[in-house]
């Protein structure tokens, strides 16, 4: 039996019941040296800003990690979510041509992640205690929860059926490469959207301004990974573990 499995018994995971870990220990010693500074780096931003941020498993996995060391200060999200939905926000307003339009939301780079080999199976080099409270993922799964009343509108029909959403940056490239832009719009409308609810959640970090957050605000953080790198792992985590 190995490390992970001994720590999902732990937990109380067997086979067949509500997983609670989601990340190897590598991955998570990863992300805490990433949230301890690394996001701010000139070079990582701008390798974040060609990927988009992260793939799908990563970005649930930031933000889980993120969660789980900072419950109630997600300000590293914000501030990197805000910048990419700017990015997409002028990106949907300055192109007016399709495949011009699809070539500036399209990944220039790999989630930075999977290229440097980061998996589930990547073993962890960190203390026993930062992985056992980065692997917490009760915190994301709580904060979902919570705040899914002001995303669940925006889930990408394409990436989870029977939804009525937004689509999602992918989804939204495929409609361009086949010249369709009738759903430009309403992209608009939801970045604005979306920015300003980042911006309220940004300022409410800053010491006069604490206090001042929403649920609704939060939610634009859910809403935001969503629409930049997908919604298929994000509604899986949640749903399995709630
Ligand atoms: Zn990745
Ligand atoms: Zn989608």
Redesign the pocket.
Known sequence: MDVRETRGLEHGVTSGKVPTHYLSDGEIYYLWFFIQGAIMDPFVRRQLRNSWGFCQRHTVGWLSVESAFHPDYLHGPSILLSDLIERAHNCLHRYKVPLILATGLKNKRPCFMCALGYNSKSAGYAREDIVELGSDVGHLVRFAVETKPYWQKYI?P??VPNTGGV??R??LIQELSHSRLSSIPHQQQFTDYILEQLALLGRSFQWEFRGSETTECQASLISAAGWLN??TELMNFVDKRK
Request: charged residues 10%; positive net charge; hydrophobic residues 20%.
């Open positions: 990408c394409r990436c689509l999602c992918s989804h997908g919604w």
